[in-house]
């Protein structure tokens, strides 16, 4: 007791001592708060995540995406301010483990894994778990574990199978496979499997196609894919058709040994991942297809969603499941896209996701003497300028000489400039015409000459000539989407209904499409049409002055506008704007001009329609080097009938694009500038 005195006695004297020196001494004066310069905000909003601590886990950087997967991550995290912690586990499951646990101690708040064992990942969560830490499950799914607030991001795994399967089977549909899956640890080879079994095992039961081997590749290795190849084609004496490579590693592999015996670019072979390396064997003619899973996207969503978790909350487009053998897990499924020589441009290098000068590195064009002749009807709309520009750059990349008139909605003159092409020595005529109908003299003409027509977007009425291709989207499916999306938003009401020039079938097939919808709730009695009329020639005026009169009519008592296209769209809404009814009533559109995108932003506009022109300009170009030689392009293999006999088709797919996914389709897709849109 008499320490603990002495003790507190010599402590009270110190502090006795330093108080009078303080007091002897100058005022202190206050220390200057150091300035920092504040970083300049991104386009979007300014980042308020500079505490967040992110750990992602990779598997392994083998395969070329997963460096863009995480390239991208690290990005999004920069952009955002947000602290990013990564490891990579080079296939060592035991490894990757080891590393999230010590993530784990160094305070993340979020943990994103691609498991290399998506089994084994599982003890990975029950940690996290039980640190409170959020899991994303990371484009393969982690399975044999119950987490609630584990969120699983990839693609449609199923799907990217079914778009392997389909188009090796399309390909082809009879003789000898070999048949590769992924890495038996990755479930998400099942999925791909599964998929592509979905379009093969009807050909397998009727005995079209026989399974010479059907392997897993371990590891996802490409050395391996090539032994399994070269198994298979000593088991089957070469005498192989067709191979189901489940990635472009895989792919390549396979290629390798398909080289070494001369058959490589002669057997058809699927792949995965749109890697560069396969991009330019799919342009050389060696590898078929590829699967565009476009990992900017996949990884921005993944920093979107840790936003979210680490304040608890599951994201809103977390909104499908996927079982992973216990529990079914909340997924964002994004949406893979097959990629072959007809669509490489406008997928993978039009995104900007792969580099032209890139992909095309050693693949010199051999077209030089073809001569195409293009004939448009307008340039009145956005979208026209569009495919003239892609068809110009197509046939320029592969050094094809091309004649463009244009006819500005005068079939006469449409009729006398492609005649004067014809006495040009075109090879190939792409004609998109003003009067389906009277343009069926202008491919009579051509069929004398011996020319094969391309009926471009829009068909070409009542003639028959077998060498004639039509290239379009589903038209009646553009209806659909502006019927179905219009009903939805207004199911009851008073409408107006325009339609496309009568001049041109796709207005037909786009008013087909859109009453699907429409009609049976007229015939319910739940929308009354105030006018139903169609727009000549396209043009806003009339579409203006057609929506007048119906605002007229119903004492402005109109509660939706079916517009066939964002020109008369446009012209309709400076009617509705005049009534001060602009942006308060629902109108759709067609062509994704950026006219539209910009009302759309701006809640005048309610939707379009996108149609790529992009990826329409690439086919007709295509489509036309094959005809040039007689042939009819493979993937012509529909059919739309013109009135007299059923054309051979290529139907692309449109999207609709409203405010809620205009970024996604338009802008990252490159097809419009951010900047232009939000101006």
């Known amino acids: ?27 202190a004066q206050p220390t200057p708060t150091p300035t920092t310069q ?36 690290q990005q999004e995290c920069k952009d955002r301010g947000i602290e990013l912690f990564t490891q990579v586990a080079n296939m060592d499951a035991a490894k990757q483990q080891q590393q999230c646990e010590s993530m784990l101690t160094q305070g993340i708040d979020v943990l994103i894994i691609a498991p290399h064992d998506a089994t084994a990942a599982a003890a990975i969560v ?48 009879k003789g000898n496979y070999v048949i590769m899956s992924g890495a038996p640890t990755d479930n998400n080879a099942k999925l791909f499997k599964q998929g592509a079994m979905n379009f093969i095992q009807p050909l397998i039961d009727s005995g079209a196609i026989k399974v010479v081997l059907d392997q897993a590749v371990v590891d996802w290795k490409p050395d391996n894919a090539m032994k399994i190849m070269e198994q298979a084609l000593t088991k089957a004496s070469n005498d192989v058709q067709g191979v189901l490579a489940p990635n472009d590693g895989t792919a390549g592999g396979a290629i390798q040994a398909l080289a070494a015996q001369g058959l490589a670019g002669k057997v058809p072979i699927t792949g995965q991942d749109a890697e560069l390396a396969a991009a330019q ?31 608890g909350k599951i994201p809103s487009n977390a909104n499908q499941v996927v079982n992973n053998d216990k529990v079914d897990v909340k997924s964002i499924l994004l949406t893979p896209v097959a990629v072959d020589k007809a669509n490489i441009d406008a997928i993978l290098i039009d995104s900007g996701y792969l580099k032209k000068e890139d992909v095309y590195k050693g693949a010199e064009p051999t077209t030089a003497t073809i001569k195409i002749g293009l004939s448009l009807a307008t340039l009145q709309e956005e979208r026209w300028v569009r495919d003239q520009e892609r068809i110009q750059q197509e046939c320029k990349d592969r050094g094809i000489e091309l004649f463009t008139q244009v006819a500005n909605m005068d079939a006469a003159k449409q009729q006398q400039q492609c005649e004067s092409m014809l006495t040009q020595g075109i090879d190939v005529l792409i004609i998109a015409p003003h009067d389906a109908t009277a343009a069926a ?18 068909l070409i009425m009542n003639v028959d000539d077998p060498n004639m291709v039509y290239i379009s989207f589903d038209n009646v499916k553009v209806g659909e989407l502006q019927g179905k999306y219009i009903t939805e938003k207004v199911p009851k009401g008073n409408y ?8 041109d079938n796709n207005a037909k097939l786009f008013k087909q499409g859109a009453m699907n919808f429409i009609q049976p709730l007229i015939d319910s009695g739940a929308i009354k049409v105030v006018l139903d009329q169609a727009v000549v020639d396209w043009k806003p005026d009339n579409a203006m002055k057609i929506m007048e009169q119906a605002l007229t009519k119903a004492s402005n008592d109109v509660q939706g506008v079916l517009a ?46 996108f149609k790529d022109t992009r990826n329409l300009g690439t086919a007709a170009v295509e489509a036309a080097l094959l005809m040039t030689s007689g042939k009819i392009p493979s993937n012509a293999n529909q059919v739309v009938n013109n009135d007299k006999v059923d054309v051979k088709s290529i139907l692309l797919t449109p999207v609709a694009v409203d405010k809620a996914n205009i970024d996604a389709i338009l802008i990252d897709s490159g097809y419009l500038k951010k900047e232009d849109v939000y101006k």
Request: aromatic share 4%.
């Open 1 to 27: 007791m008499k320490t603990i005195k002495r003790v507190w006695m010599v402590v009270l004297a110190t502090i006795l001592i330093g108080v009078l020196i303080a007091g002897c001494a100058p005022a």
């Open 38 to 73: 504040s970083p300049s905000p991104t386009p979007t909003v300014a980042p308020t995540t500079a505490t967040i601590k992110i750990g992602l886990s990779l598997a392994t950087l083998q395969e070329e995406r997963w460096v863009r997967d995480q390239e991208r991550i």
């Open 126 to 173: 029950e940690k996290a778990k039980a640190a409170g830490v959020p899991v994303i499950s990371y484009d393969r799914l982690i399975m044999n574990v119950d987490d609630p607030n584990m969120v699983y991001i990839s693609f449609d795994n199923v799907k990217v199978g079914e778009l392997q399967g389909k188009y090796i089977t399309e390909k082809v549909p």
């Open 281 to 311: 064997r799919i342009v050389q003619g060696l590898q078929s297809m590829t699967v565009f899973k476009d990992t900017r996207n996949l990884g921005t969503a993944a920093v979107e969603a840790a936003l979210l978790m680490t304040s």
């Open 441 to 458: 003299a202008i491919v009579e003409k051509a069929k004398a000459a011996g020319v094969p027509v391309i009926s471009y977007d829009r």
């Open 496 to 503: 107006v209904i325009m339609s496309g020039a009568p001049t």
């Open 564 to 609: 066939p296209n964002d020109g008369t769209a446009g012209g309709a809404i400076q009617a509705l704007a005049a009534q001060g009814l602009a942006g308060k009533v629902p109108i759709t559109g067609q062509d994704a001009e950026l006219a539209a995108a910009q009302r759309i932003v701006q809640g005048l506009q309610s939707m379009t329609v």
